[in-house]
């Protein structure tokens, strides 16, 4: 039961380096989300996918892109990096709308 | 935009029932959901409540929503060292596909 996988758990970047967080899910859900946590602030949507080939930006979209590269993989691409995308990033995946999201542990991202 | 708030710290004594609160003001929220974040994890979906429901109940946990004053609360009965954690609430906004918005949290602290 792996339910929602996210590569790396860990990685240090220099300023100005790119760097795809894969996720994946084993649960065949529709919709899937990338958020990133910042002390205080709870959890921040980036972009989501409500199903697949399709991609909306969420509340904090700037500085990434996001790629659905099937139904189950859902990739957060960080083009140039910035000290202030320093953050926790999750992925989260639901089967269909109103139905709850399901998280992935995160990956801790440090940009120096 | 929407906006939820939490009180940021909570600390109770073992045996002891923990009440934290949550406030939001989107009044088209259809689903309002409670996830629960251990240390170095991703966040565990512990209940959900939908907006024309006024109380849920799931072993030790306990869902009140008022939605006349946007007022969500969770009951844990029974408080254990393992209740110890950062909970979430999260607000689901009518239609706008399956987006959440995130209080900040709160850590709840289980003392002996």
């Known amino acids: 039961n792996a339910g929602v996988t996210q590569t790396p758990k860990f990685q240090v970047l220099k300023t100005g380096q790119s760097m795809t967080l894969q996720c994946a899910q084993d649960m065949n859900h529709n919709s899937m989300y990338w958020y990133r946590q910042d002390p205080g602030m709870g959890l921040r949507l980036i972009y989501y996918s409500a199903s697949e080939g399709t991609t909306d930006k969420g509340e904090v979209p700037n500085g990434y892109n996001v790629s659905r590269l099937n139904k189950r993989e859902f990739s957060l691409r960080l083009e140039s990096a910035a000290p202030s995308q320093t953050s926790v990033y999750f992925c989260?995946?639901?089967?269909?709308?109103?139905?709850?999201?399901?998280f992935g542990d995160g990956t801790r991202l440090s940009i120096l | 935009g929407e906006d939820v708030e939490q009180s940021l710290f909570l600390s109770v004594r073992e045996g002891d029932s923990s009440v934290i609160n949550c406030t939001y003001t989107?009044?088209?929220?259809?689903?309002l959901y409670w996830y629960k974040q251990e240390p170095g994890a991703g966040l565990q979906l512990l209940t959900y409540i939908f907006s024309n429901m006024d109380m849920k109940q799931d072993q030790r946990l306990t869902v009140l929503l008022n939605k006349k004053d946007k007022h969500l609360s969770l009951r844990i009965a029974d408080t254990q060292t393992g209740d110890s954690a950062i909970y979430f609430c999260?607000?689901?906004?009518?239609?706008?596909?399956?987006?959440?918005?995130f209080g900040t949290g709160t850590q709840l602290k289980v003392e002996l």
């Open positions: 989107d009044s088209s929220s259809t689903y």
């Open positions: 999260a607000e689901k906004e009518e239609g706008g596909g399956n987006k959440l918005t």
């Open positions: 989260a995946s639901s089967r269909e709308n109103n139905q709850p999201q399901h």
